[in-house]
């Protein structure tokens, strides 16, 4: 029951939704959760990580594939498709144990048949390439039926088209699609395999959209015709030499595998990530559902098999947000990897190694030095976003915003996932291979950024977007200066290492060309950066300077204000701009991050404070909410905010649009959010390079709560019941493993199972 | 003729702007150019100087005293109303060479009478608290009239009502109304005595809205009738004790004086005026009535009279803009006082001195040292610049504009006229009696608002706002960095005199706290402050960091993009923001203050470049065009922009709405403006402690320009020529002035007359 999605019924106002609901895919592509028959009018889309296009001076954003799934069935002449037929029943399912998505819809047709009709894909976790549907049909009456299945070539596009001269043919049987972006002329293809149906009549026809086989299927009442197809997709970014030909023989191989072994070796991947990151919550199936959907939401989009692409803002769902990687990866979305499947963390953090030349040309264009990593990025590191993100609902023009030239935090955030890729996993060889060149690159670029005041010897940074984005160029946002802080010092601290472990390196990075800060420098900015601390009476940190001088009204109030649902908010002349009303988690964020470096009355504080002033305007802010609520001890507090987190994909009652701007999609970093609320917030796990902490605080309804976490190349079961915490070590031999649960000092040996009651007695057993 | 301004007929849609075009005053008060039968409706107003009020949150603003001018004439129980009567003739006249306001009027009535009405009027330049108004009314039939004159407690206010508990009376026949302001209850108190005519019937009826009196008079055919008020104005501020009792003595005494002995000494003050500020124009009569009318307007506001008030962007001619003394006063009327009247130069930067403490605490407010000056600076010399000075058109909200925050340029400009005003004079005691203590708290304010980048060795001023208010908070405005740069640098060059002069002061001023700027700092930041240098290519100075990377689009092509007639251009969402059109003169204005900085290509570049860019949407601009024309040598090109200044308040062309916000009344910048570009642009002249210089670039229009400047307590006269140059000293005794016209030196003695040929040669003779 908790692992399977269904949705009786068709109503057609939720094909955008359903399309991210149940979407599969498998880190190479995306394949969005639409059905057979739909085309690009219902968003169908098969999204490429990492294959990007821009369209004269429109957006930049991913590509589409070809569709290659496309099938419809034709009955007395009349299409059976849900938008148009006679529908008695009709299932969408979505299996996330196993990564299927199936439908079985049942028409009826004009000449009175109950015809049934069942669909079963699947994007192979085992061969990125592929995507293997298998379809039934049967009839209650014998019927003829006309099939038409192959690759719909009209691609729906935001910015597009962003394919050209596509070229259908059939080899020996094989349909195929190729074409070629308009930017850099990648080639796109897509070949399959049709196994199956028992054939009558057939033909090949091929347009300007598509190509397609038509076939007639005599159905006799009762008896079932089946068949296969087998989607084969490359691009020319895949190194595969002749694209065209890598699908035509993947398409081919995969026909000769056959469809049970193809799916028995994408199971078989699907239970190995299970038992990797499952998150096993008691006395609470709705939560168990949602947290396990926001697992696989993340799972479906792991570059697993690439390092040169990161996550999406939208992960794979298609093209909205430009396809490009915002700090929602590394502060939302990487600590799920990091505990889970360290292998895929350590991808999306070389990433932003070879990014690291995007981000000098951001920092350069600005005038800066060092690495500004791009607030959208893509595959070169260059800043996809815009000066003019958003339209104005009033004047219908296009607004200036400041998320490209402002939001310095993402260099910050940049760094903060290294380095806690790098404590968890102890990986010198990836601070080595360029972890190390990005956070002092990133550390250089704050130097160049802040400036000084000579008389109050401190640091300051002007004019800067905190998480926020409803106050723009803000001076000494807390957040912002708080991260900053944090970066210089891990940055001295891991120069100070390598210093001793690889004087070569450090060398060569702390060459210093005139204009450029050494080490001396970035030490003193490390000890000078002011940040503001929390008030003396209130506690309160306040989020930027004159934060406080802004008008203090009720989120009700504001709402009062709003004059056109989509209207912007933020921006110049937005209804919060001069308020206290903030978008999201800013300093709250701050209180997770650095949780040990304020007291729980300060925590306590700030949140109460904060809260009633946040409108959650973007999904990575309930999550943030759950953590520090957690953390305080009031994970009741929390629950309503790890719910609103974990569902915000099945419910789909995020925001669609701003302005005229379309947003939908999944939310990969809501889906972490749930992940990081459920285990690092109600679990309360913490770990750094010495020791694992836990600190549980469950919420009323759950018995207990189960996880998995890989630390140094170790696994441990976590299982955290309300009396007690579990601790079992997965490994054969090894160090022992320092823990620290409630502040008491455990150490667990290799296949050594700890428990710890939470009256405070640990006890180490077998 | 050059001394007339002129309407003839009636036109109700002129009826605002031409109680602007045809005021009178006398620097205490400012009488709007109404018709004696007009009420709040039609915008009647007599402004008070330097007297504010503010009614609960509303804009606080100056306070209109009740109008003792209010008089109707009724016939055949009509009233005789150019609104409502029928006229056959109508002209409206300002003589402004005595500063007499006058009217004439034919009714005629239901009863046929031709009825002639004359009203004169003057605010006397004698008597500050008087105004004095003489009337006559003849008829071509015998007709009985009824006369109704009195005080008009109806007062015209934008965000009143000020006064409150308004007390009507009749003091053995004086009318008196006395009432309080809201905020800070000063007394507010008009009286007035009437002279004739030959009563009839007469009555006193006091209402809320006034006191008049009602008198028939018996017209015989051809037989005028006359009377005239003496309206006596005087507030608790004037510190005479008890202001009814003035009043009262004010209008009894005047009334014992007579109408002709007051209108005398009234005009022999305006022929002192006129012998010391007129500026003669031969050749073009257009100009020469244009330009005298804009010194007319700088005359009728000048605060000869008090050195605690300055004088307001829209002069006296009612409530808008606040009624708050600009950077306008400075900038732009400052030279025409300072070379004319140096009297009056003395008191508007004594009301500097007197505001210090608002702008200490402006400062203080942002968190920054020294002195802050108000962007819009009333009484006290707190800002009462709002943060929502403007409303949005298309939403109907205020909008968050950053005239009070970041116009940091303010504070230069007040130490800039400062040392101008020192300059000219030579008037050390006025930098002793806190002169030197404002140019050190500005000096001291940059030091706290810079910022230092360590490894470029230089201090920044990041976000603020410059002379072109469409680019609001952006970083190194190269007008502001110019100006601070000037500031620091005569801060550090008259502190090293003070050390040598004044030891006591300066050991006083340097008086070092922990945390604020001595001696070593404001040395050292006047070394390093950054500022733009020319282009090496363009010549071009960028007008603040990455204006270049603006859209560079036509002014047409701007202004096709307006949907609303009155939508703000700038601010957040303005459609000249995130364009390279600018508002008004900003590096142009820095190459008429720093003219000799500049080589004449770079001036001429950075004209070229900037002119077609500015929309010219303040009246403080085209005159700067005009100056630097003339500059570079090309006077016809400064011509139009000259003609445009000179003639602002004569067409009443200038805007009038920004958004839904009134902005109409008089332009006292561009009046000041206007006499800039002819004498200082024109005629080219140029002085500081050591020399006047004169380079001189006539229009083609004009045969001769001659003015009378004051230089250090010495007068001279000065006759340009195409061909020569005319210097005569109009001092008995005293030193020579050195002359440097035309590059080449001269020098005058007392008495002596210097004939300088164009050519290139002097002589110097009686």
Known sequence: MSWIVREEGFDPKRITNHGSKFMTGNGYMGCRGTLDEFSKEQLTAVTLAGVYDQVGTKWREPVNAPNGLRTRLYADGAELNVLSASVEKHVQELDIARGIHSRETVYLTGSGARITFRSERFVSMDQLHLIVNRFSVHSDKDISLTLETGIDGAVWDINGPHLKETQYASHEGILTAAASTQELGIRVVVAECLEGPQAGDQEIVASENGIVQRIQLSLQAGAPQEWVKYVSVYTSLDEVGDALAAALFGSRQAQAAGYESLLKAHEEIWEQHWALSDVVIEGDDEAQLALRYS???????????????????RGLSGQVYKGAVFWDTEMFMLPFFLYTQPQVARNIMLYRKHTLDGARRKAAEYGFGGAYYAWESQDSGDDACTLFNITDVFTGRPMRTYFRDKQIHISCDVAHG??????????????????????????????????????????????????????????????????????????????????????????????????????????????????????????????????????????????SRILQSNEYLGGGNGVATTTQIIKQADVVLLMHLFKDEFAPAIK????????????????????VYALVASDIGMPDWAYPYFKRTATIDLTGDSKQYVGDLYIGGTH?????????????????????????????????????????????????????????VLVTSLAADGPEQAFRIQGSAVSVSPGQTAMFSLNGRVSAGS
């Open 295 to 313: 697992i696989y939401q993340l799972l479906i989009i792991a570059p697993a098999g690439s390092e040169k692409v990161s996550i999406p803002a």
């Open 418 to 559: 290294i380095w806690e890729y790098y404590k968890l996993t102890g990986d010198t060889r990836f601070l080595l291979d360029g972890g190390a060149e990005v956070i002092w690159e990133c550390a250089r670029f704050l130097y160049s950024y802040a400036c000084y005041y000579p008389l109050k010897e401190r640091y300051e940074l002007l004019d800067v977007t905190g998480p926020d984005e409803y106050h723009e160029r803000v001076h000494n946002n807390a957040f912002t200066n708080y991260m900053a802080r944090h970066t210089l010092r891990m940055a001295v601290r891991m120069m100070d290492e390598l210093a001793e472990q690889a004087p070569a390196l450090h060398a060569e990075l702390t060459r210093q060309p005139k204009g450029v800060p050494g080490m001396n420098e970035i030490r003193e900015i490390a000890e000078r950066l002011y940040v503001p601390e929390p008030d003396e009476h209130t506690a309160v940190i306040e989020q930027f300077d004159r934060y406080h001088q802004l008008e203090d009204i009720s989120l009700q109030e504001l709402k």
């Open 604 to 623: 306590k504080a700030n949140w109460e404070f904060y809260e009633p002033r946040t409108e959650h305007g973007s999904s990575l802010s309930p999550c």
């Open 668 to 724: 990969p970093a809501a889906n972490g959010g749930a992940w990081m609320a459920a285990v690092l917030g109600f679990g309360g796990l913490q770990a750094d390079e010495k020791e694992v902490r836990l600190n549980p605080s469950l919420p009323t309804a759950w018995s207990a709560l189960a996880f998995k976490i890989h630390v140094r190349g170790h696994a441990f079961d976590i299982r955290i019941t309300k009396e007690d």
